[in-house]
């Protein structure tokens, strides 16, 4: 069964998820292109699925720990299911809780198609935003593999915060429609995909900065020196030692100091650490290669904004524009000055 104690709090990283979500779908529904709603409604919709990402959030941590845990009955175990079922009870809430969001944000603001066509368009921006949840959602689950408080556990909690932080990265591009919209002054300049992408930035360098000194930390503990403590011969351990867990594995070796006497004495320990080196050292050497991969990640995903900012990519978004929407006497005049005007 699914350890609550180690588990994450899913409702902060699944409440950010949802500001970004409604933000960025909004955004995407009221391009031109797309026309369902209006920019106005942005503010509006990120509030939305902010409270509805946390209640999400809270649910889905239950979910995952089982009645069992919270209720303390005899229930089925949660982890006893397939993984394909799994997915599915958390597809499901996902899609439900997206739904909910734009039912909620289409009633308020008195949108033309009801709450029905909200929560059909909240359903389907939840669907671009499912592999979002999932990740943060396997990243959870993986943070219960660590001791609570060792050096393995500190970096898969910082996991799911630096998944988080990539995956909405990504979820920026969702933006990349209104650089020519923007250009042609049909929709306001999408900034705030720019400060999304730049804090995601900053949160994968502070959780790289810290996975580094963890992978530096585990090192020196394990540096040259240390023997693995065998049955029957534990040396003599000072309770004020200085104690390091690396997490995974329940290996025990010491730093010891020899005795000074040459008879009758013991070797005693100066410090001990718990884990598996190997296993340890695997896991926070993949959390830093998963922070440099996210940086250039984002340098590539900063690099597309750019080019969505082109002037090619406006005549191209023009072009489309006339061919499939616009009359063809404003195709002639007013997308041509628009074009003359981009450049």
Not at 115 to 140: E, K, R
């Amino acid at each position: 069964m699914a350890d609550g104690s180690r588990f994450p709090q899913l409702a902060p990283p699944f409440a950010i998820a949802g500001a970004a979500a409604g933000w960025l779908s909004a955004g995407l529904l009221a391009n031109p292109l797309v026309g369902v709603t209006y920019d106005e409604v942005k503010p509006l919709a990120a509030l939305g699925t902010t409270l509805i990402g946390a209640a999400t959030g809270v649910l889905l941590k239950k979910l995952c720990l089982g009645w069992r845990y919270w209720y303390e009955i005899e229930a089925p175990d949660p982890e006893t299911r397939s993984r394909t079922d799994r997915i599915g009870y958390h597809v499901f809430l996902v899609l439900l809780a997206g739904a909910a969001a734009g039912a909620l944000v289409a009633g308020l603001d008195g949108a033309q198609g009801g709450t029905l066509g909200g929560a059909v368009s909240g359903a389907v921006s939840a669907v671009l935003f499912l592999p979002v949840c999932l990740l943060v959602l396997a990243s959870a689950r993986r943070a219960q593999r660590a001791r609570l408080g060792s050096i393995v556990a500190g970096s898969d909690r910082r996991a799911v915060w630096g998944i988080l932080a990539a995956a909405l990265s990504a979820a920026t591009l969702l933006a990349a429609l209104d650089w020519p919209a923007a250009r042609l002054e049909e929709v306001e300049a999408p900034f705030p995909a720019l400060f999304i992408l730049l804090a995601t930035a900053l949160v994968t360098l502070a959780v790289l900065a810290a996975d580094l000194r963890a992978l530096k930390r585990a090192q020196a503990a394990l540096a040259p020196g240390l023997q693995a403590d065998e049955e029957g011969a534990a040396p003599l351990v000072d309770p004020s030692v200085p104690r390091v867990d690396l997490g995974l594995g329940d290996d025990v070796a010491s730093r010891l100091a020899r005795s000074a006497a040459a008879y009758r004495g013991r070797d005693r320990a100066v410090e001990l650490v718990q884990g598996n080196p190997a296993q340890a050292l695997g896991a926070l050497r993949r959390a830093v290669r998963r922070g440099v991969t996210s940086l250039a990640l984002m340098g590539v995903i900063l690099g597309a904004h750019g080019l969505a900012h082109a002037r090619f990519v406006t005549e191209l978004y023009v072009q489309f524009r006339c061919d499939t929407m616009w009359p063809a006497y404003t195709c002639q005049n007013d997308a041509f000055q628009a074009i003359q005007q981009a450049r």
